[in-house]
Nanobody
């Protein structure tokens, strides 16, 4: 069983930046794909970004150009750099991992973190 622990959430003004971190309980080299989903208040969880071991990435249209996902094999961490934040980016952000390739489907991910709250004030 792989455990994922998120950190870095908080309150930020619109236009600001945050960096989320995800620390897995195993070497990230073992996990083919890692990513992020988010859930806004009263809404379903949606895909944000994913990165494969190959470096292949995928982003939701709503964050493309503003968010950057990365993997640091030395630190054994996955990051989500979020810039130009908007009020609609508010939600709980979940770190996810799967053995397969990049996917934007929630049911495709094998492991989920507990989530970290991001609140963007307008």
């Amino acid at each position: 069983q792989v455990q994922l622990v998120e950190s870095g959430g908080g309150l930020v003004q619109a236009g600001g930046s945050l960096r989320l971190s995800c620390a897995p309980s195993t070497r990230i080299l073992r996990l083919n794909t890692m990513g992020w989903f988010r859930q806004a208040p009263g809404k379903a969880r949606t895909f944000v970004a994913a990165i494969a071991r190959s470096g292949n990435t995928d982003y939701a249209d709503s964050v493309n150009g503003r968010f950057t996902i990365s993997r640091d094999y030395t630190e054994n961490m996955v990051y989500l750099q979020m810039n130009s934040l908007k009020a609609e980016d508010t939600g709980v952000y979940y770190c996810v991992a799967r053995w397969g390739g990049v996917s934007n489907a929630e049911e495709g991910y094998d492991y989920w973190g507990q989530g970290t709250q991001v609140t963007v004030s307008s």
